[in-house]
């Protein structure tokens, strides 16, 4: 026996002779060793490319925020456009620009066909008087005569009358008969 196994008595000694303590132990440990260095230095590779990539997206994320928050000012601002633009008093200044007047009165079909009401014909309001020009200007050789041309009226951008000038010929009679209808129409 060795001496460290004669030192020790009962179970003590049985165990000890089972178990060697001599080379065989650092060698058994060594695969162990480097198993354990592996993943130890994989685990942190991985932990450093994870940290990367949650970087990157957190990135990405708050270049989204930015953004969004810009897209969502541009909206805001275009939705007080059309609001400003979508108001009464706006809608009447642009469809005068355009020529247009108000309405008469309206008529209505029942659904038996028969007119309920008495249409009026829409009427523009007489021109507010233009102001005159100064008479210390000289006037523009280049210019058109202001005056009415050779046709007797004066033509609009579409070489017709303007709007805001009744033309009596092409106006109908006053009286206004509405189409015939057919029931179920």
């Known amino acids: ?3 460290p196994a004669a030192a020790l008595k009962g179970r003590a000694a049985r165990l000890a002779r089972l178990m060697p303590s001599t080379g065989p132990s650092t060698a058994a440990r060594t695969p162990f060793v480097l198993l354990v260095v592996v993943l130890l230095g994989g685990g942190l590779i991985t932990l450093l490319l994870l940290n990367s990539a949650l970087n990157e997206g957190s990135f990405r994320l708050s270049e989204l925020k930015r953004e969004t928050t810009e897209l969502t000012d541009e909206q805001q601002a275009l939705q007080r456009d059309v609001d400003s633009r979508s108001q009464p008093d706006a809608l009447e200044k642009r469809a005068r620009e355009l020529g247009m007047v108000p309405g008469g009165s309206p008529a209505f079909l029942n659904p038996d066909g028969t007119v309920r009401g008495r249409p009026t014909e829409a009427t523009a309001p007489p021109p507010s008087p233009s102001p005159t020009p100064s008479t210390d200007a000289s006037p523009d050789p280049d210019a058109p005569a ?14 017709s009358v ?19 209808t057919s029931p179920g129409r």
Request: net charge negative; glycine share 12%.
């Open 162 to 180: 303007p709007a805001t000038e009744p033309d009596p010929a092409a106006a109908p009679s006053a009286e206004i008969n509405p189409p015939p």
């Open 1 to 3: 026996m060795s001496k």
């Open 146 to 159: 202001a005056g009415p041309s050779a046709s007797g009226a004066s033509a609009g951008p579409s070489g």
